[in-house]
């Protein structure tokens, strides 16, 4: 078992700049999170709009720097306030964002966008570069031909798809995926789901995957991690959050969310699995 990322108390405050009527002032956005993810499995953090999971995804992808509390990404602390992350630690961690419509530059090739991370970062030839942009266009469920074409030509599913593989270019061992679902219609969601799982599998991955889905996090997570106001107030494997939520909060999330979409998302993705079995075989 190895442990992806560790954080410890990890504290956020944001300044808020102060007016004629009134000075600075800040608000406390994480409050002392602790959690770890091990390679291969997913920790889910789930809560409504506000509750802080944005701001605690970007201090994990090393964006954001924490106000107080430890990272460690694979066992070695890190804090990007005092000390700039290495190019390897830096391309250890990668982030997918919600919107696809918005986190791909609209004016650069599909090529561009996968190839970059390599330029910028490694060492790797032009035609190498290339070769490993089309792979991983394939590995993501993409045909080759897209490394020419815009990013305009595509669905959001298919730019989510592209944006994963940006994300995985660099041979990363965690993923932070901040509702990378979220903006997608429930099918293609399912799809991105399955896609995700597999590369997952593929590569050993660590994903931090936050959503406010709580049926999206029953069929992803290993641990969940409950948000709520900046507090992780539930924290544990999937199995015990969800038989036996035990906070007020959690309970009234739960209540919130029909069984039967969970039991729908499930079927959509057992059935497409069951198609994609017997179109391999
Ligand atoms: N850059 C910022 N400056 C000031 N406050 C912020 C900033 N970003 C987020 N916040 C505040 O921090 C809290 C948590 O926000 P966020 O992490 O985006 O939550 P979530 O992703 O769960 O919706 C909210 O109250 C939000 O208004
Ligand atoms: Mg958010």
Do not use: C, W
Not at 26 to 50: C, H, Q
Request: charged letters at 25%; proline letters at 5%.
């Amino acid at each position: 078992m190895t442990i992806a990322a560790e954080g410890r108390n990890l504290i956020r405050d944001y300044e808020i700049p102060g007016s004629i009527f009134r000075g600075s002032s800040s608000v406390r956005a994480v409050k002392g999170i602790s959690f770890s993810v091990e390679r291969g499995k997913t920790l889910a953090i789930v809560g409504e709009s506000g509750s802080g999971k944005s701001t605690l995804a970007r201090i994990i992808a090393l964006i954001d720097p924490a106000t107080e509390g430890e990272l460690l990404i694979e066992g070695k602390p890190v804090d990007i306030a005092r000390q700039k992350p290495t190019r390897d630690m830096r391309s250890t961690v990668q982030m997918v964002f919600q919107n696809p419509y918005g986190s791909l530059n609209p004016r650069q090739k599909i090529g561009d966008v996968l190839t970059e991370p390599l330029a910028l970062n490694t060492n790797v030839p032009a035609a190498e570069r290339r070769k490993r942009a089309e792979e991983m266009l394939e590995k993501v469920g993409m045909p080759r031909e897209v490394y020419n074409r815009y990013p305009h030509m595509f669905s959001g599913g298919q730019r989510q798809r592209i944006a994963i593989a940006r994300a995985l270019m660099l041979n990363p061992t965690l993923l932070v995926l901040d509702e990378p679902v979220s903006a997608l219609d429930l099918s293609v969601q399912a799809q991105v789901l399955n896609l995700l799982a597999d590369l997952q599998a593929e590569f050993d991955l660590a994903y931090v995957f936050i959503s406010h889905d709580l049926s999206v996090v029953r069929y992803i997570a290993d641990d969940v991690l409950v948000m709520h106001k900046g507090e992780a107030v539930e924290q544990g494997t999937r199995d015990e959050v969800f038989a036996d939520p035990k906070h007020p909060y959690t309970r009234q999330l739960f209540a919130a969310t029909p069984v039967t979409d969970v039991e729908a998302i499930r079927a959509r993705v057992a059935s497409r699995q069951a198609a994609r079995a017997s179109a391999q075989s």
